[in-house]
């Protein structure tokens, strides 16, 4: 099995290049969609939020008000790291259950957003990096209904590119259209599939070096 981290500013395009290896085979983790579903109503993780924030963090119909939590968890450090406690803990179970299931010989692609403020980049055999001008950024979020100057302050909280390319084995270019990013990806699929191949060879080598001889 081979773990690829796959990162990008907001408007880069990382969900569109998570697609195109998805597409090529890849087994496709989504941090965003992991972090939803282990607060889903009736999770314990839920349960636990509210005993810690109240139940006013909770609509009507039982599902997390996240902007009800956002008030009450970012006030303070306090708050913040029992946030962390409750959820940090049941993505990651999950996120190991969802390795445990693929295929041994899987090419497993985990988006994660905050790859760079993690500093959990070392933790993957390889990285790609999904970069895009600036302008073309906001004007993608503009599009999907995020106010211009709203984006713009998004992306300032975020890692710089600078600190995004420092752990990137590639990094694509998104800024051209889907033929040219397809290109980039089929060429990077090419690389994924042999360091996966070899990392395979050397894993065999290794058993077949530690069996007894008589």
């Not at 087994?27 to 924030?53: H, Q, S, Y």
């Not at 106010?147 to 990137?168: G, H, I, K, N």
Request: hydrophobic share 50%; with cysteine; charged share 30%.
């Amino acid at each position: 099995m081979l773990l690829v981290g796959l990162t990008g500013g907001i408007g880069a395009g990382k969900s569109t290049v998570a697609d195109a290896l998805r597409e090529r085979g890849a087994v496709v983790i989504d941090a965003d969609a992991i972090a939803r579903e282990v607060v889903a109503p009736g999770t314990p993780a839920l349960v636990a939020l509210g005993e810690r924030f109240g139940a006013d963090i909770l609509g009507t119909d039982g599902a997390l008000d996240r902007a009800a939590l956002a008030a009450k968890a970012f006030v303070d450090d306090e708050s913040r790291a029992a946030l962390e406690a409750i959820t940090h803990p049941a993505i990651g179970e999950e996120f190991v259950r969802r390795i445990a299931a693929a295929p041994p010989d899987a090419i497993v692609v985990h988006d994660v957003p905050l790859l760079a403020e993690s500093k959990r980049g070392t933790g993957y055999d390889c990285v790609i990096v999904v970069e895009a001008p600036t302008e073309i950024r906001l004007d993608r979020l503009e599009r999907r209904g995020v106010a211009r100057d709203d984006a713009a302050r998004r992306m300032a909280a975020q890692a710089s590119d600078e600190e995004r390319r420092a752990l990137a084995t590639w990094v694509v270019d998104n800024a051209g259209d889907r033929a040219e990013l397809e290109r980039q990806i089929g060429a990077i699929w090419i690389e994924i599939e042999a360091l996966r191949d070899t990392k395979a060879s050397a894993a065999a080598e290794r058993v077949a070096g530690n069996r007894p001889r008589f």
